[in-house]
């Protein structure tokens, strides 16, 4: 089975495996091994199926690797080139150290997959008990077909997967640990240095300034929290410090969003007051001119904290934001009326307009509130109220006809007049009434709804899973046409068939079964 | 539906309404009846401003010649365009309901930052500088030179107002802020020039508070409205300190720096002139001699508002010979300012009253007392005869003029206070002369006095007797409603020790205390866990707020916070606010959750609300007095002492009370609204305190939850929040808070519905 177009990566000479003398292969998939003097694999494992990889221990007299499968199976390699097998092993290892990681992830989250789905579906579940567990197919036929029926979906879900947003006390997390020699500690995830970076994209470029090329990604750590940056009053951030740079961007990029001005014009305190008192008139104490000078350095630490609080918050609520800015361009219109362009006065109106008017509602005082739906957004009617209809010259009536025929009929309805000459007479009337009426003549045929309590329910679902299993079956079979290829062919004419044997028989015994439960 | 109030027909747009509303207008009609004054305390979110428009159109509908116009006076830009656009909904109804052509015209007036068109003058951020821009483009020797030398630049907009716009009537309708844009822009008119023209003959005007309290805005803008209008103050809890406010002039010595230069640009432009073109002084003196004369007639026949910086009394006669002439008007000033100079250059606080002043000044420089009230006018004047294009830049001058005709104007209810340093930082000199106004009534008081009804409402008003006395007017009717309700959608706890039993208070004593700040501390962390989406918190003031925040963050107590929610924080500066407060309501929004620690008595606490969602919680940490040690508080305090016999702390329970209502009444907006109130500090529970909060907040305060501590308060918040969260619909509140038309015709209702108002 062995394709050749494989990209071989190494091979080891005079590998054994079960006392047998071969050689080793690490392909880009998978990794094989076949006996000597034979050019079929014997042994041959995907990188997706390893779990792990073992080594012995060294200076044990046996040089070995044993691969350890996701089954629980494994495979042990014996190296057994006396001068290089040390080597050998350690260059095999190493290999497999870099190939399997890549092959990993996606082996776990195909099972991981798979197992939702079999969670998720007890239908499924049944299915695979039947088909699988019962061995009427392998476990990899029945997932071939469903992973590929689910391909479409699987790739659609993991575009939109919801991102997760970021807790706003990530620094508060990294609590400083003293290790008892007059230093602190701080402890790092993947997940934090994330947060720190998405939520100040200065640090995230200073990183990638400076990183592999000026310094070492712990001595960058290391910097970050002695920085001022990290710590509270931002006030002396030293000119050495790598970090004053991302202050100092940081308090641009304040600026900027304060100047920018807010978009709900009902929480612009700056438009609030309709006519502020000039400077010099009333009671509040006048704004002291030198501000910055008489006040106090705490004072100024102060306000730099609750100032870098803000900042920090609306970073935090931003790095939420951003990604799920882009997909609901339609979801939200009035966001995307406000846009960017509010210096133009002609889009504020509309959101003015939305927000006064909410604020003027009172809903309970409302008559019948009316209910705010979506409202369904048809290109073309016509399409939607008749469903897919095969093209045939079928002729079918557009909605203007209907409307038409209906306000025809509400027509004829206004102008009915009984005829009260040709009325049925009043026995004939109440004998059709008794005859349509539950127990009638008519209404005899009401037997067949009783089916469901005539048949037990174990028996109604037995009867159940091999209706289901049988129809997965038929899929499969169905799916084999056109037959294009041999392997289809042999499929269909192979163990297919069997398989649709094996089913069958299973109804059949089942059959038998209920048949002799009630005889 | 169609009401009978007292036997005037109302429309009402809605198809429901609260059983206080129905209330709300009986009480109203009988104010207008009487032809009187009212103050009516009713809780937001129950429909007062629509309430108040139905009855109050009715009533013009049906007596058009006893109520000529509605006032309309709100004191935020969203405030007035919510009144605007309520009374839109109303006039919709009319209209579907009779079938009749709407003859009503309704306008909001704003400043010209808000209305005007001109490209290049609205472009401009802030207020004064739209201003002084629009005065340079209008001005009317401006316009007059523009004739002469086309190339002048005026503004085509006023222009072609001018031209068309006043023989033309705004045709009936509606005029909110934007429409009035709108229509200028179609018809190329200034919509403020035309929006100030019109009220003349609106049915219904809404503007600002400033407009009729302020003096100086008045003069301009108001002072034509008929007698027989109806005016109406909402959201008038704070209204004494806008008429303080607009009465009283700081003066430090950075505006005498400024007033120097001006003088100098004055005296300048003067020697100049004379040389070129010596007839306009001559006419300018001349005219002074006579044309105060013709204002004065006027002013007699039409009844104008009076104007306090000039009161009608002193206009019988001509400007002082003293200044009349230009250069000696100039050199007047120039000596009352070196005399403010010399008055700056004290090394321990003065207080002194205006007599006092006069007669200090007299003894020095040897200026008198009239000469001084007239500076107002004679600046003006002076100014409109120089043709000075910028009138921003000569902001401090008149600022000294302003007060130079106030202290020589009234000789009771201010006080000059001159203080060479701020308490804060004694050691660094900065020498300001407060010149305070103590009684508010002095500014209301010809609004009282010219128009028939003045109607005073807020949500919190309590105690409902202080606001008569304080502005100084004899109401016909003062009334409190409460809100009904089918489920208690607000749940006042108040919180008075920690966990530990240590008393939670913002005390001066103990309010630096570690317990306590950490009690705090907790409280918002244990909050924070368990009220969803947002959560507002008040501090006592903003120094308070810093510190705590400070200490919170050292003991990593916001950090914890932050796992729950996002915080953010109120800063003193507006811009900053308005972005962390739209930040606040988008993490509101999308499902964070957030904290917003904000300052009673900041802008947030007097102009945000937090409907639903955006506040479902708000915590009052500490009582918010004002701060005690000012020496204009303690003036104040003594003159309301002897004047209106208010002892000193009550006012100030009372002015502390009315801003922690105020701030935790902003998450409640409605009945289908609900939130918690929380009052950490263990003084709200004493009878004095909680007396003073509005009867609609005391009524769900229990006997059981008036000194909790942490846990038992996120007990019974956990408790409340839950049982809140059920869905609530129409039918729950149908009959009990809501009533049909059927319903309300009731015998039995309408005996309970005379039960909600209390009278005071």
């Known amino acids: 089975m062995a394709s050749l177009s494989e990209e071989v990566l190494l091979v080891v000479k005079r590998v054994r495996q079960r006392k047998q003398d071969g050689t080793l292969y690490l392909m880009a998939e998978r990794i094989a091994w076949g006996p000597e003097g034979k050019d079929r694999f014997t042994v041959s494992h995907l990188y997706a199926d390893i779990r792990c990889q073992k080594i012995s221990p060294d200076g044990k007299a046996k040089i070995q690797l044993q691969l350890v499968l996701h089954t629980g199976e494994s495979t042990t390699f014996h190296f057994s080139n006396e001068s290089t097998a040390l080597k050998d092993r350690d260059v095999a290892k190493e290999l497999l150290q870099q190939l399997l990681p890549k092959f990993k992830k996606k082996a776990n989250k195909e099972l991981e997959e798979k197992n939702r789905m079999l969670q998720e579906d007890p239908v499924l579940f049944q299915l695979y008990k039947d088909l699988v567990v019962s061995q009427v197919i392998s476990a990899e036929e029945f997932w071939a077909n469903r992973l590929s029926l689910n391909s479409v979906e699987h790739s659609l879900s993991n575009n939109n997967k919801q991102e997760v947003g970021i807790s706003a006390a990530f620094l508060a997390d990294i609590r400083p640990q003293t290790d008892g020699c007059n230093g602190l500690r701080y402890n790092l995830t993947t997940d934090i240095i994330e947060s720190i970076f998405r939520t100040y994209p200065t640090v995230k470029q200073k990183y990638a300034e400076n990183v592999p090329h000026n310094m070492t990604e712990k001595e960058f750590w290391t910097r970050f929290f002695q920085s001022h940056y990290f710590h509270r009053d931002r006030i002396n951030t030293g000119l050495q410090d790598i970090f004053s740079e991302c202050a100092k961007e940081d308090e641009k990029g304040l600026k900027s969003m304060v100047t920018q001005g807010v978009k709900n014009p009902m929480v612009d305190l700056l438009s609030l007051e309709d006519k502020t008192l000039d400077e010099g008139y009333g009671t509040a104490t006048v704004p002291t001119t030198s501000n910055s000078s008489n006040k106090s350095l705490r004072e100024n630490s102060n306000s730099a904290i609750i100032k870098r609080f803000n900042h920090h918050s609306a970073m935090v609520l931003a790095a939420g934001l951003r990604k799920a800015e882009a997909p609901s361009d339609q979801a939200s219109e009035t966001s995307s009326t406000d846009g960017n362009s509010r210096d133009s006065d002609l889009f504020q109106p509309p959101l003015k307009k939305v927000k006064l008017q909410e604020a003027i509602e009172y809903d309970d005082l409302q008559g019948d509130s009316v209910r705010k739906t979506i409202s369904l957004n048809l290109k073309k009617s016509d399409r939607y109220s008749h469903g897919p209809i095969p093209l045939q010259s079928q002729h079918y009536s557009t909605s203007q006809d209907i409307i038409n025929s209906i306000s025809i009929i509400q027509h004829e309805m206004r102008s009915y007049k009984p005829r009260l000459t040709q009325v049925m007479s009043s026995s004939a009337a109440s004998s059709a009434i008794t005859a349509l009426s539950p127990g009638g003549v008519l209404m005899q045929g009401g037997g067949q709804q009783t089916i469901n309590q005539l048949v037990p329910t174990d028996v109604q679902s037995e009867l159940k899973h091999l209706y289901t299993a049988a129809g997965e079956l038929l899929r499969h079979f169905w799916s084999c046409f056109p037959v294009s290829t041999p392997f289809l062919e042999e499929k269909l004419t192979g163990h297919l068939e069997e398989m649709l044997q094996a089913a069958y028989n299973k109804f059949q015994a089942w059959q038998t079964r209920r048949m002799m439960r009630k005889t | ?647 000193e702390n009550d006012f100030l329970t009372f002015d502390a009370m009315r801003h922690a209502a105020q701030c935790v009444g902003r998450a409640i907006r409605g009945k289908t609204d609900y939130g918690l109130m929380i009052f950490a500090d263990k003084r709200y529970a004493r009878a004095d305190k909680r007396g003073k909060l509005p009867r609609w907040i005391q009524e769900h305060l229990t006997d059981g939850s008036l000194n909790l501590t942490i846990d038992e308060t996120v007990q019974l918040g956990k408790h409340f929040l839950r049982q809140m969260a059920q869905p609530f619909r129409q039918e729950d509140q149908l009959g009990l808070s809501l009533l049909t038309l059927e319903q309300l015709q009731s015998e039995d209702m309408l005996q309970k519905i005379a039960q909600i108002a209390q009278q005071a």
């Open chain 2, 1 to 647: 539906m169609k009401l009978n109030i007292d036997g005037l027909l109302v429309y009402f747009p809605y198809d429901y309404i609260y059983p206080e509303q129905y209330s709300y207008m009986l009480e109203l009609k009988r104010t207008l009846d009487a032809k009187g004054h009212g103050v009516l305390e009713m809780p937001s979110g129950t429909g007062k401003t629509i309430s108040l428009l139905s009855l109050i159109v009715a009533y013009q509908k049906a007596y058009p010649l006893e109520v000529t116009k509605l006032v309309y006076c709100s004191r935020t830009v969203p405030e007035i365009e919510k009144v605007v656009e309520e009374l839109r909904k109303l006039m919709d109804y009319y209209t579907k309901q009779t079938e009749a052509k709407n003859d009503f015209l309704a306008l909001a007036l704003s400043s010209r930052k808000n209305l005007c068109i001109h490209p290049e003058v609205s472009a401009l951020r802030f207020g004064k500088e739209v201003d002084g821009k629009c005065h340079s483009l209008t001005a009317s020797y401006i316009r007059a030179q523009h004739h002469s030398n086309p190339s002048q630049p005026v503004c085509q907009f006023y222009e072609e107002f001018d031209a068309v716009g006043r023989q033309v009537p705004i045709p009936p309708g509606i005029y909110n802020l934007d429409d009035l844009k709108d229509f200028g822009r179609r018809k190329g008119w200034c919509p403020y020039f035309l929006a100030r023209y019109a009220i003349l003959h609106a049915n219904i005007v809404v503007y600002s508070y400033h407009y009729l309290l302020d003096p100086k805005i008045a003069d301009l803008v108001s002072k034509e409205l008929a007698k027989k209008s109806v005016v109406v103050f909402d959201e008038a809890h704070n209204i004494d300190n806008v008429c303080i406010d607009s009465m009283s002039v700081n003066i430090t010595r950075r505006t005498l720096d400024r007033c120097q230069t001006n003088v100098e640009t004055l005296q300048n432009t003067i020697s100049r002139i004379k040389e070129t073109d010596a007839a306009k002084l001559r006419e300018e003196y001349s005219r002074l001699v006579e044309g105060l004369k013709e204002a004065n007639v006027a002013r007699e026949t039409d009844m104008y508002l009076s104007n306090p910086v000039l009161p009608d009394e002193i206009l019988q006669e001509a400007v002082p010979g003293s200044i009349r002439t230009a250069e000696h008007f100039v050199g007047f000033m120039k000596r009352f300012l070196e005399y403010l100079k010399a008055r700056l250059r004290i090394h321990h606080v003065v207080q002194e009253s205006a007599p006092q002043f006069l007669k200090d000044i007299y003894e020095k420089v040897c200026i008198d007392r009239k000469p001084l009230r007239f500076c107002a006018e004679r600046l003006r004047s002076l100014l409109r005869t120089l043709e000075i294009a910028d009138i921003a830049d000569f902001s401090a001058i008149t600022l000294i003029s302003h007060f130079a005709t106030l202290v020589s104007t009234y000789s009771k209810g201010f006080t000059i206070i001159i203080e060479p340093f701020e308490d804060r930082t004694p050691t660094i000199a900065n020498p300001v002369l407060h010149f305070s106004c103590m009684d508010p009534s002095i500014a209301i008081k010809p609004v009282f006095g010219r128009f028939q009804s003045v109607i005073i409402t807020s949500g919190t008003l309590s105690p409902l007797d202080i606001y008569p006395r304080i502005l100084d007017f004899r109401p016909v009717t003062v009334a409190s409603f409460t809100m009904t309700l089918a489920r208690t959608c607000l749940c006042p706890l108040i919180v008075g020790r920690g966990n530990d039993q240590v008393a939670m208070t913002s005390k001066f004593e103990t309010r630096e205390d570690f317990a306590v700040i950490r009690n705090y501390g907790n409280l918002l962390l244990e909050m924070s866990a368990i009220v969803p989406d947002g959560i507002v918190a008040f501090f006592t003031s903003y120094i308070y707020m810093e510190n705590i925040v400070a200490s919170w963050y050292e003991q990593g107590i916001l950090e914890n916070i932050q796992r729950n929610k996002l915080i953010f924080i109120e800063t003193q500066d507006a811009a900053e606010t308005s972005m962390a407060l739209e930040k606040y309501q988008e993490a509101c929004e999308n499902g964070r959750g957030a904290i917003l620690l904000s300052v009673a008595r900041g802008k947030v606490s007097e102009g945000i609300d937090f409907v639903h969602h955006y506040g479902r919680a708000v915590i009052m940490f500490g009582v918010p007095y004002v701060y005690t040690q000012s020496r204009i508080l303690k003036a104040r305090l003594e003159y309301l002492r002897d004047q209106f016999q208010i002892r």
